[in-house]
């Protein structure tokens, strides 16, 4: 049995798989959304602010130090083992990826070549192949 992840498109009638996840509630204004996630490494908070809009949905993500943000956002996916919450845009060739931890912790990938997923990881450099495994379960984008 082949074993995929189920990708959620970023539409508000989503957006409470990801108040589940992170066990909060968003704050919403227009079409913006916004919700608090506690790190608790750095016992501070992180905050994600979603702006869906049908062509051009972007996800932000603010820290004490950083802001993050994927444009052209065309979904999620949720991994439980993992504790974690990927958003992601994707052209012809490239994915790239905002992800979130139910700690608090985010990394951002950004145009990593569709083909790289599929390769011989022995090929790759160690910077390379840190952001293919973390953006593996999103092979199946590339079929």
Do not use: P, W
Not at 31 to 51: A, P, V
């Amino acid at each position: 049995m082949e074993n995929r992840i189920q990708i959620f498109l970023l539409k508000k009638q989503n957006l409470n798989l990801i108040e589940k996840f992170f066990s909060s509630t968003f704050q919403e204004s227009d079409n913006s959304f916004s919700i608090k996630i506690r790190n608790n490494k750095t016992n501070s908070f992180i905050s994600i602010d979603i702006h869906i809009d049908e062509n051009d949905s972007l996800v932000s993500v603010y820290t004490e130090v950083s802001h993050l943000q994927l444009q052209l956002c065309k979904g999620f996916f949720i991994s439980e083992v993992l504790e974690e919450i990927t958003f992601f845009s994707e052209d012809e060739n490239t994915i790239s990826a905002l992800i979130v931890s139910k700690q608090g912790d985010c990394s951002l990938y950004a145009n990593v070549e569709k083909k790289l997923l599929k390769g011989d990881l022995l090929k790759l450099n160690a910077e390379k192949l840190l952001s293919v495994a973390a953006l593996s379960l999103l092979e199946s984008l590339s079929e």
